[in-house]
């Protein structure tokens, strides 16, 4: 008579040998984004704010706008998109409300199509 041993588990250990290159794709992918930083652009003034929505206004452009503040010490993306309007909190980039005081600065943002990639 023959003693059965209970099954024992390798539990992660089994999945290793599963990884395929997609995922390790993504992953590297993951931590590329998290350790991408958006440089500092220089800090405008109130007047130079003003003076580009105004031209966003009058000639329907786009813009590219950087918050005046950091998490983890990193500024982050610019926020992009056509000014819809403003009130007296701060100006509407499509549907995203975006306060005055929080405005460090703001360009034109010119769109690369794919087709001239």
């Known amino acids: 008579m023959s003693v059965l041993k209970p099954y024992e588990d390798r539990k992660k250990l089994k999945w290793i040998g599963f990884f395929l290159s997609e995922h390790t794709a993504d992953i590297a992918r993951i931590d590329k984004e998290l350790k991408y930083t958006c440089l500092a652009k220089p800090e405008m003034a109130e ?27 990193k500024f982050m993306p610019d926020i992009t998109g056509t000014l819809k309007g403003h009130d007296d909190l701060g100006i509407y980039l499509d549907n995203t409300l975006v306060y005055y005081d929080e405005i460090r600065n703001v360009e034109y943002y010119d769109e690369i199509k794919w087709f001239e990639v």
């Open 47 to 73: 007047e130079e704010v003003n003076e580009f929505l105004q031209a966003a206004i009058t000639k329907s452009k786009k813009l590219a706008i950087q918050l005046n503040y950091t998490v983890d010490d």
